[in-house]
């Protein structure tokens, strides 16, 4: 009679388990969206949210942390106050600008409110950027922030470099603006002073930031950010002596397709023999152990003045 009843209760079991095996196989994994579809709600989201909101405060506290803090509004019903969207390709500043941004097989437009541009030197897409933001859900929900530069913000989004990697929507922003200046002396705490900083509002499209969610960010949502662009670091992500920028050829601050010079889909930036003819970039620009500074790379000539020139690490017929 035991014997029965173990049998028995094993035979249950093995059913029981046969049937949670078969309803996990059951589940269906939910697709992602079409990258498409959700760029035009989540364009319409934004473009809804700069036509009923307006700028209420800019904060102009020269060398205080809440410097260009901004504070966007709804506009009442029956208002008059001015609306982001008005401000659209504005002569002056704040100023709303408008770009476009090639990925999932589709062009994305992407808003950004400038209400500083900054007076120093602009980041590239693949560079590191230290700066102050606030980001925040359309309904004022605030799901991330930080008022001081806490680490380095890597754009290229590559885990391996140095610093916090971050959405594409950053990548294609933060170049658009420049950095500040800074009073070594500080606040007297170790808190440096930033002034003159590059600052502003991205609003980003869910495939430009986290898509199908993140944490306390619901899937398929638009965002946004207030942006300070206080400091950034130069990368050198192939090691080859040149640091990116320097690799940027068109000079529009954006390096991951264009910028390509053998053409073999791997662009200079990550491209250990920029030019393709077997001997890679640092070899080509070092003589007697020593590496050529940038400027003074010469052409396959030898010539080292004329601006124009063609580096010899760019050209495959000398090395």
């Known amino acids: 009679m035991n014997k029965f009843k173990y049998y028995f209760i094993l035979i249950i079991a093995s059913v029981f388990l046969f049937s949670c095996s078969k309803d996990d196989n059951s589940i269906e994994q939910v697709p992602l969206r079409d990258y498409g579809e959700q760029f035009k709600a989540d364009n319409d989201s934004i473009e809804k949210y700069l036509n009923t909101h307006y700028i209420e405060e800019i904060v102009n506290a020269p060398g205080e942390i809440r410097d260009q803090d901004v504070k ?12 982001i969207m008005s401000l659209l390709n504005r002569p ?85 603006f420049r950095t500040g200046k800074y009073d070594e002396s500080g606040l007297g705490d170790g808190t440096l002073v930033y002034t003159d900083f590059g600052a502003g509002v991205m609003f980003l499209p869910s495939g430009l930031a986290y898509y199908s969610g993140s944490g306390a960010i619901p899937a398929y949502t638009p965002i946004l950010f207030n942006i300070k662009l206080y400091e950034l670091k130069r990368f050198d992500h192939d090691n080859d002596g040149i640091p990116d920028y320097l690799e940027d050829i068109d000079g529009d601050n954006y390096l991951r397709v264009t910028d390509d010079t053998d053409g073999d889909g791997i662009p200079d930036y990550l491209d250990i023999d920029d030019d393709g003819d077997g001997f890679t970039t640092r070899s080509e620009i070092t003589i007697n152990g020593v590496l050529t500074p940038f400027e003074s790379i010469p052409d396959c000539s030898g010539n080292t003045t004329d601006t124009n020139r063609k580096r010899k690490h760019l050209d495959k017929n000398c090395h």
């Open 72 to 83: 966007l509004t709804k506009i009442p019903e029956g208002g008059t106050q001015v609306s």
């Open 92 to 176: 002056i500043f704040p100023k709303l600008l408008k770009k476009t941004v090639s990925l999932h097989d589709i062009t994305y437009e992407v808003y950004y409110l400038v209400l500083r541009e900054g007076i120093g030197q602009r980041p590239t897409n693949t560079d590191g950027v230290f700066a102050a933001y606030k980001g925040m859900l359309f309904d004022g929900t605030v799901f991330d922030q930080s008022t001081n530069p806490q680490g380095l913000y890597n754009l290229d989004g590559i885990t391996q470099s140095p610093g916090i990697p971050v959405i594409r929507g950053w990548a294609e922003v933060f170049p658009e």
